[in-house]
């Protein structure tokens, strides 16, 4: 049963790749559940196929907050709404996407303190990637509050169109990580909103 309200934090699971074929969304849609039911929260797709930022084209550094493209000011929007983050990855080429590394460099205080865990994915997990984007998440001084999960995806979950044939039993597979981090993430919330100092 559903016992989260709209007083519930607000997470938001942030699709990193934007590939025409991709499985991002397959296992972002997958995890919803779980998440929502070990952080006690509502739970959120942010897909950045459907941000649609173009490369950066702000013409002042982020840090400055002075923002002058509308996609900007949406994607801002869409960060500063949520209470946590999670941020979704593949591993390409032993690193994250330049797509998500494009949609993280468009804000900067949006990002500062807001609690978030990495979730990664890829043959062997995308702990690559996830090693890559922790040091980025630290820089921009987010509050990661758990170590990354890696979900591995065997060869034989992709159908032939490249799609998973399905995402759930390889969430499944990972459900006591997800489960883990989620609780943390869902934990910090509430001693935040309690005033409890991590
Ligand atoms: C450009 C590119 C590079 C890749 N590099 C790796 C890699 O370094 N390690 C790995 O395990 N898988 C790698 N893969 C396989 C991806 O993990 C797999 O295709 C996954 O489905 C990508 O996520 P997406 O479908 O959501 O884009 C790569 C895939 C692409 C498209």
């Not at 790749?17 to 919803?32: E, H, I, K, T, Y």
């Not at 044939?165 to 459900?175: C, L, T």
């Amino acid at each position: 049963m559903d016992s989260t309200t709209t007083e519930s934090p607000l997470i938001k699971i942030i699709v990193g790749s934007v590939r025409p074929v991709r499985v991002g969304d397959q296992l972002a849609a997958a995890l919803v559940p779980p998440i929502a039911g070990a952080a006690q929260a509502r739970v959120d797709i942010v897909d950045l196929a459907d941000v649609a930022l173009p490369l950066l084209d702000e013409p002042k550094m982020p840090a400055l907050g002075q923002y002058e493209k509308a996609h900007t000011l949406a994607w801002s929007e869409i960060v500063m709404d949520a209470d946590a983050v999670i941020f979704l990855t593949p591993q390409y080429n032993g690193g994250y996407p330049a797509s998500l590394k494009n949609a993280i460099d468009y804000l900067f205080h949006e990002w500062r303190d807001k609690p978030t865990f990495i979730i990664s994915y890829g043959g062997h997990g995308g702990g690559m990637s996830a090693a890559q984007l922790r040091s980025v998440l630290d820089f921009i001084r987010m509050d990661v509050v758990a170590d990354s999960v890696e979900l591995t995806l065997p060869r034989d979950s992709y159908g032939a169109d490249g799609r998973l044939i399905d995402a759930q039993p390889i969430v499944a597979a990972h459900a006591g990580a997800v489960r883990a981090a989620a609780s943390a993430l869902g934990r910090g919330l509430r001693n935040r909103k309690d005033g409890v100092a991590a």
